[in-house]
């Protein structure tokens, strides 16, 4: 069963594991069948969902929205996680003429809105900035964060794929934690374990989530370059000698051995992959097994 943890001192409470919908669009489910998969999910502890505004061209919000309303009771039970600042070109905005990030107060309190209604809840319970953005005015947005807890429409504050000084810039400006900053981590791409991002993290006793675990499925592609092979080796060895089903789970178990004890965001629609994750929670890896995995990735040994 997957447990509730706390994200920052005085931060919410998210499951250890949560339910990415990035992907929802590419499942192909009708709403009944979305609506079984998220109850399916809950049911084996992973009560947190994480969204986005742009996730499937901005279609994946409505779509959850549409299975949840038939069942509202849930939103009880659940964590909701969606981020914004991301300006995609689409039909449904033409005058957009460029690809951009927008920090500013009139775009997040409108994506805020617009995240409500499409996902037909009266408050979102945590509220990231998904990318940096050069233009941000940390007083701005700092404001509008605090416009949003007073008006009960946002529960936490957090960001995604912020450096470490771009987190702490934001942070000197408000009163709230930010209770999270959401970055990639995966065998095949751990910067963020090198550049200051996760000790960042782990003085401040925030928590981070950690997207692309898997690395979108490089891991498990048909042909290898030479580093990826060494890392597979490496994930099935350590994998025999922890007990683990597949290297999946060994992946999950590298992920949540670092200090800052990430939440694994998890990316698929398939509810038996979930339930292997949440197996994964029972293993975990010696400092040697984790070094292992390390060295296969970079290529050399630890100076």
């Not at 250890?16 to 992907?23: A, F, N």
């Amino acid at each position: 069963m997957v447990n509730k943890v706390v994200m920052a001192p005085n931060g919410p409470e998210l499951s250890e594991l949560i339910q990415g919908y990035w992907r929802l669009i590419d499942w192909d489910m009708t709403a009944q069948e979305q609506l079984t998969f998220l109850q399916q999910h809950m049911e084996l502890g992973i009560t947190t969902v994480d969204h986005a505004d742009i996730y499937g061209l901005y279609e994946c919000e409505k779509r959850f929205g549409e299975a949840l309303a038939m069942k509202p009771a849930l939103r009880e039970q659940l964590q909701i996680v969606t981020k914004c600042d991301i300006q995609l070109l689409s039909e449904h905005f033409p005058h957009r003429h460029i690809k951009h990030y927008d920090t500013s107060a009139a775009h997040i309190q409108q994506s805020v809105d617009n995240s409500l209604r499409l996902l037909g809840v009266e408050k979102l319970d945590v509220l990231l900035i998904h990318r940096p953005d050069v233009l941000m005015e940390a007083d701005e947005v700092a404001q509008t964060f605090h416009h949003l807890y007073q008006s009960g429409k946002v529960a936490s504050f957090g960001v995604s794929n912020f450096q470490p000084s771009q987190f702490a810039l934001l942070q000197s400006r408000l009163d709230l934690p930010l209770v999270t900053n959401q970055v990639e981590i995966n065998p095949l791409n751990f910067d963020v374990a090198h550049d200051g991002t996760l000790d960042q993290l782990q003085q401040a006793r925030v928590r981070p989530m950690a997207w692309s675990c898997l690395a979108q499925g490089e891991l498990f592609a048909n042909s290898y370059d030479a580093r990826t092979r060494r890392v597979v080796n490496a994930l099935n060895e350590v994998g025999e000698a922890i007990g683990a089903d597949n290297i999946s789970q060994v992946i999950y178990a590298w992920i949540r051995r670092l200090p800052s004890q990430p939440l694994p965001i998890l990316g698929s629609g398939k509810i038996e992959r979930v339930k292997n994750a949440v197996e994964s929670l029972l293993l975990s890896l010696t400092r040697e097994q984790w070094y292992a995995i390390w060295t296969a990735s970079m290529g050399q040994e630890v100076p």
